[in-house]
């Protein structure tokens, strides 16, 4: 917890606090984050059906197979409901 009272200097690595937890976000994976979540809500993924993924929407089974990787990553959420 005494790291929530820093401030990072890295643009590259850095933590963010959510949920009472701190979570260490790597710039360059963050980015490929927003741009699936992005093309997901393009396709009308739900924000819920990008946090909790199920089988139903396997017409895009590339893009699917990139949510359930990024699913096991903590920032996933943060990044699904910071993009619109």
């Not at 790597?26 to 490929?32: A, L, S, T, V, Y």
């Amino acid at each position: 917890m005494q790291l929530m009272n820093r401030v990072s200097t890295s643009r590259e690595t850095y933590y963010v606090a959510f949920e009472d937890s701190l979570i260490f976000v790597d710039g360059k994976k963050i980015e490929e984050m927003v741009n699936v979540a992005k093309e997901a809500r393009k396709l009308k993924f739900t924000k819920s059906d990008l946090v909790n993924p199920s089988v139903k929407r396997w017409e895009h089974v590339e893009l699917c197979k990139q949510i359930l990787r990024y699913n096991k990553n903590p920032v996933w959420e943060v990044v699904v409901y910071a993009v619109d």
